[in-house]
């Protein structure tokens, strides 16, 4: 009896657990990998829309003010300058850091031909410069 004690051996499964852990793990890691990737695409998504719509409301604005002016009506919030030939500018607001900036020319006064000299949109944020990097101007250190 005390052979078949000897001769008998647990069978090996050490090696093929940690296998397994570690495929779970790697498993594991992806898949909230593909989750943190999946939340920026929609977060990244939300915004590009946002900007788009933001954008074509501006505009739509901006035609309607447009129309205004080819009847002869000016609305009050437009700029309207005449020096030789009639310019009318204004500004339609996209988002808090950008405005759709419009200056349209009336060669023979309102009402009549137009041509559309800036139709932009401009960023109205603040713009503050990063100095915190000190960069080599080509002069010598020394």
Same mark, same amino acid.
């Given at each position: ?16 657990? &940690?296998?397994?852990?570690?495929? +779970? &793990? ?6 909230? &990998?593909? /989750?943190? #990737?999946?939340?920026?695409? @929609?977060?990244?998504?939300?915004? *590009?829309?946002? *900007?788009? #719509?933001?954008?074509? *409301? ?7 003010? &447009? *129309?205004? /002016? ?14 030789g030939v009639l310019t009318a500018s204004y500004a339609c607001p996209i988002s808090n850091t950008q405005e759709l900036q419009v200056e349209v020319v009336f060669p023979g006064g309102?009402?009549? @031909?137009?041509?559309? +000299? ?5 960023? #109205?944020? @603040?713009?503050?410069? @990063?100095?915190?990097?000190? +960069? ?7």
């Open positions: 009896m005390n052979e078949e004690k000897r001769r008998f051996s647990p069978p090996m499964v050490g090696g093929s657990s &940690l296998l397994v852990i570690f495929a +779970v &793990l790697c498993l594991t890691i992806f898949a909230l &990998l593909s /989750l943190s #990737t999946v939340q920026a695409d @929609d977060r990244l998504g939300d915004a *590009a829309a946002e *900007a788009v #719509t933001g954008y074509y *409301a501006a505009d739509i604005q901006a035609e309607i003010i &447009l *129309a205004r /002016l080819r009847t002869g009506e000016i609305p009050e919030w437009v700029t309207v300058t005449d020096s309102l009402g009549d @031909d137009y041509e559309i +000299v800036r139709w932009q949109a401009v960023s #109205t944020a @603040d713009w503050q410069p @990063d100095d915190s990097l000190t +960069v080599w101007d080509g002069e010598p250190i020394f």
